[in-house]
Every structure is written in structure tokens, then in C-alpha cells.
């Protein structure tokens, strides 16, 4: 960005140059707006990045983000994205003994496989037609809430028409999640995998009276109508470039390395002040998207900043020379593991790890999940290893406050790691360390981020992955039409702490552009 164009004013200026900021610069470009996105990192892409973690090693990661659900096909058309996902074939695989025996649950493969994996864990078929009744319950609201995303947000009586259905409504927007997990499954296995979506960064018990898990399973359930997560092909880091071409084959201006520091407005004109590496400049613009946390938006404002809500998960990223052998040798690992395989996460394992985090220790046993990202799209991975035999895992920890971690981050990171490992190594039929491929440096391939470290990375408020607790689609109090609405006019919020934000789905980048256009008289 030359020092004249630093200094005219714009249509619009969006602060932060993750996926959501790109979405909203990009829609704005194409409809004839003036668009300048400062962004302080020196790339762009946020918390959807792919990296290359480990020294001299040709593999690419999604380093924070890891799957797709929630982005809207209608993005990807309107934008003329280049960017494909591909659906994993198994859903997920839960290991587990019972009678001094190695077995677990596979779900996936074909209706028949899933219906006697069930009967085989539980001796009967009671639980899978539970599980066919519950989520084709979920696979109802999915087809009618995901539409509602890019539309102006509806009532709550309006979303409880749309869903037309008062059994769900009263599963999934009344009563704690809990109650229907035990009225209609009775195996503790089943009840956690079933649970485990209300949990994904939310630090929240089934009967959580907040419905906290009511919200975060709601989100898990819908994406793209079904509720499928698919991997990017090519890694998360493949959406945001192509995000960042699409702004910028449109006429908006991504300068990098540039931090918004404060945002002067009186609602209907804007001053953003940034910083550089050569110091402080000024530029104009008619409206302002933040993509954002609440409390960044505050700090840029001079506003009084939301209470934080923390954040409640482990990250680890994994290479391994060969994906580890299972000691229930029923399931080939290349299945196993492309699918989330979960670990320590039977129902009342969750609920022990939750009052053992909420009475501030570390969960004895950590409860976890894990996909093997190369199993479907071998593309991140240079041909070398891909010809050795090399595979990516990925490991999203739960019920982890950012409050365990305060008094040694780096010493309790170490102690959650060996604990979170030796829960995955008992389903094993050898140690995952023997697996592990080593860098450039000798060192094992992996690394593990903590809610701590995710907020001095990615500066998320206690290391919330969305920013702050997931609102309902609904219109709540102080809720505006797209949910992107500040207190300001013209200063909308287009990240994941927008309503209806959080995940990598692009929504409230799309809507706060949406609020502009409408604004503007598009």
C-alpha cells in the first residue's frame, strides 16, 4: 500500500484480515465499495491458517482450524472461490473395553456396518434406532436453521416456526442437552459421543442450566444443513488464500503487517489509526468491520469491553511415520482414524472431567478427539512422505479451562500432553512415541497449543476459539438485524463474536457486508 492510498479514505475499512474479514472485503470489492483490510500479522488467514510447524518437514498443517461445516456453499459460489472439501467416510470411531476385551463403536461405512457395530457394543439394536431417531431429529432443524445463517437474523418465535417441530425446539432450545442424551440412550459410550459436540471449546456440563452445550451441539449439528464436517483439500490455509484472492482480484487493498489501534467515529464517518513498522497513519472510511473479538473491538473503540469468556481446549498437532496399530484389531487404523476418533469421552467420563476442571485440577483423565486430516486429502503432505507412509493427527482436548493453566502454562502444557497421550496409548496396541516422525533438528513432530497460548498467538480473549459464548440464531436484546450490529452506527463486529459467528464459516463476515450494502442502498 503506497503512503497516498494510506492516506485517502475508503468505503469501508475492515480491521483483521482472518477468514471472516476476507469474506466481508470481498463481498464489499465486487459490489463497487472502496475496501482497505489492515491486518497486524504478516500474512493473512487468522486462526485458518496451514503451516509448515515442524523444521525441515513438507507438511503443511492446519495449524488452529481443522474441518468445514459451517461455511455456506453460497459463498463459495458468489465469491468464485477455488475450494473443494471432501467428505470423510467414516464418521467416527470410539475405542473402548469391556469385559477385560478391546472393542469401540464405529459409525460410518454404510448403514448395515453402523447398525452392527452398534448391536455388537450394546447386544441389541436399541441404541441405533435411537441414534437413527435422534439425529434424523437433528438433520431436520439442520435443513431449516442453516439457511437462516446468511438472511437477516430471524425471532425467536420466527426460527421456532421455521424448525416447526416442538419436540426439537424443546431438545435443543429449552431443556439442558443432558436430559434428552439419558431419556433416549442408555449406553454410556453412545451418551458421550452423542454429548461430545455440546462440548467442542465450550466448558459446560450436560445439565448445564446456561444451555452453553445446547448452543455449541446446535452449531455442530447443522453445517450445511446435515451437520457433515468435511476436510479442506489442501488444508484450511487453502480457504483463506483463496479468500484473499477473491478480495483482491475485486479492487480491495490486504496490506499486511499493519495493527489497527483505535477507531475514531461518530457514526457516520470513521478515522482508523494503524501502526507499522515505520509508525502511526490515519485513514478514513464510511463504515468499519471488525473481524475481531468483542473485547478488540472495545479496546479500538474506547469502549467498556465484554466480560471474557475463557477459553477450554487443547490443541496438538501430530506427524507420524505410520499411523499407530489398535488393540481392537477388528477396525483397520486407516478407518479408525479418519474419522474423530474419540478418546476418554464415555458420558460419565465427561462429566468427571468436568467437575475435576470446575474444582480447578486437571481432568484425570483428559478427554479428547482425533482425525487423521492426510487420510482424505493426502494433498498437505509433500509426495515423499506421502510415498513413505507419513500421516498427519490432530488432537482437540476438552474440558481444559484457561484458568488450569495460569499459575505455570508451560509446565501444566507438559503435564495435560502426557496425561491427554497415555488416555489415546491404552487403546493402542503400541505407544504412539514410536510413531511419531522427528524434524530436521531430531525433535518429534508435534506441538500443542493451550487456551494461554492461543490468546498470545491469536490474541482470542482467554483463548475462546469463538471469541466469546455462542449466541442463539435468534434476535436476542441488543442484537441488531444481521447480529454484526456495535453500539456504533457504522462499526460492525465480522468475527466469530458476532451472533451467529464462531466456527470457520464466513457467516459474519457475509452478513456484516450484507448490513453495509443495505446501508449504503445497494
Avoid at 464489499?28 to 518437514?57: I, N, Y
Avoid at 425446539?169 to 443432558?178: A, K, M, S, T, V
Avoid at 503487517?257 to 461518530?266: I, L, M
Avoid at 505455570?408 to 512415541?433: G, M
Wanted: glycine content about 10%.
Amino acid at each position: 500500500m503506497t503512503a497516498h492510498e494510506a492516506h485517502r479514505s475508503y468505503d469501508a475499512v475492515v480491521v483483521g484480515a482472518g477468514h471472516n474479514g476476507l469474506v466481508a472485503a470481498a463481498y464489499l470489492a465486487r459490489a463497487g465499495r472502496s475496501v482497505l483490510v489492515l491486518e497486524r500479522l504478516g500474512h493473512t488467514g487468522g486462526a485458518a491458517v496451514s503451516t509448515r510447524p515442524f523444521a525441515g518437514v513438507d507438511a503443511r498443517l492446519s495449524r488452529y482450524s481443522y474441518l468445514v461445516s459451517l461455511l455456506p456453499k453460497k459463498i463459495v459460489r458468489d465469491l468464485g472461490l477455488d475450494f473443494r472439501v471432501r467428505a470423510r467416510t467414516i464418521s467416527s470411531y470410539t475405542p473402548v473395553e469391556r469385559a477385560g476385551r478391546a472393542t469401540g463403536l464405529l459409525v460410518g461405512g454404510g448403514e448395515r456396518r453402523t447398525r452392527e457395530a452398534f448391536a455388537r457394543l450394546t447386544g441389541s439394536e436399541r441404541e441405533y434406532e435411537a441414534w437413527q431417531r435422534f439425529y434424523g431429529m437433528t438433520g431436520r432443524v439442520a435443513e431449516r436453521v442453516f439457511p437462516t445463517l446468511t438472511e437477516p437474523l430471524p425471532t425467536r418465535d420466527e426460527l421456532r416456526r421455521r424448525i416447526d417441530d416442538e419436540e426439537a425446539w424443546r431438545i435443543l432450545f429449552e431443556d439442558p442437552l443432558g436430559v434428552a442424551v439419558e431419556d433416549r440412550f442408555a449406553d454410556d459410550l453412545v451418551r458421550g459421543v452423542v454429548l461430545t459436540d455440546a462440548l467442542i471449546g465450550t466448558f459446560a456440563d450436560a445439565h448445564d442450566p446456561s444451555l452453553a452445550q445446547n448452543r455449541c451441539f446446535l452449531y455442530h449439528v447443522i453445517g450445511g444443513g446435515t451437520g457433515a464436517w468435511d476436510v479442506p483439500v489442501g488444508g484450511m490455509g487453502a480457504l483463506t488464500d483463496a479468500l484473499a484472492a477473491a478480495a483482491r482480484e475485486a479492487g480491495a487493498v490486504v496490506a499486511t503487517g499493519h495493527e489497527a489501534v483505535r477507531v475514531d467515529t461518530d457514526g457516520r464517518a470513521a478515522e482508523i489509526t494503524y501502526r507499522t513498522a515505520d509508525g502511526e497513519a490515519t485513514v478514513g472510511a464510511r463504515h468499519v468491520l471488525v473481524n475481531a473479538s468483542p473485547q478488540a473491538l472495545a479496546e479500538l473503540t474506547g469502549d467498556a469491553p465484554p466480560a471474557p469468556a475463557e477459553g477450554a481446549q487443547l490443541k496438538v498437532n501430530m506427524l507420524l511415520k505410520r499411523l499407530p496399530r489398535l488393540r481392537d484389531d477388528s477396525v483397520d487404523p486407516r478407518e479408525a482414524f479418519a474419522g474423530t476418533f474419540h478418546i476418554a469421552e464415555g458420558y460419565e467420563q465427561l462429566a468427571t472431567a468436568h467437575a475435576q476442571a470446575a474444582a480447578g485440577r486437571l481432568p484425570a483423565a483428559p478427554p479428547s478427539e482425533i482425525y487423521c486430516h492426510s487420510l482424505t486429502d493426502p494433498t498437505i503432505l509433500g509426495a515423499d512422505l506421502v510415498e513413505q507412509g507419513y500421516q498427519t493427527l490432530t488432537l482437540f482436548g476438552l474440558h481444559t479451562p484457561a484458568r488450569l493453566f495460569e499459575a505455570d502454562n508451560d509446565s501444566v502444557r507438559e503435564e495435560l500432553l502426557k496425561s491427554t497421550l497415555a488416555q489415546l496409548d491404552a487403546h493402542l496396541a503400541e505407544p504412539l512415541a514410536d510413531c511419531l516422525a522427528v524434524d530436521a533438528d531430531g525433535r518429534p513432530c508435534i506441538e500443542a497449543k493451550t487456551p494461554l497460548d492461543l490468546e498470545r498467538d491469536l490474541r482470542l480473549p482467554g483463548g475462546n476459539i469463538f471469541h466469546r459464548a455462542l449466541a442463539w440464531p435468534h434476535t436476542q436484546e441488543g442484537t441488531g438485524r444481521w447480529g454484526v450490529e456495535t453500539g456504533h452506527a457504522n462499526v460492525l463486529l465480522c468475527g466469530a463474536g458476532a451472533v451467529r459467528g464462531g466456527g470457520v464459516s464466513g457467516v459474519p463476515g457475509h452478513n456484516a457486508a450484507m448490513a453495509v450494502l443495505e446501508a449504503t442502498g445497494a
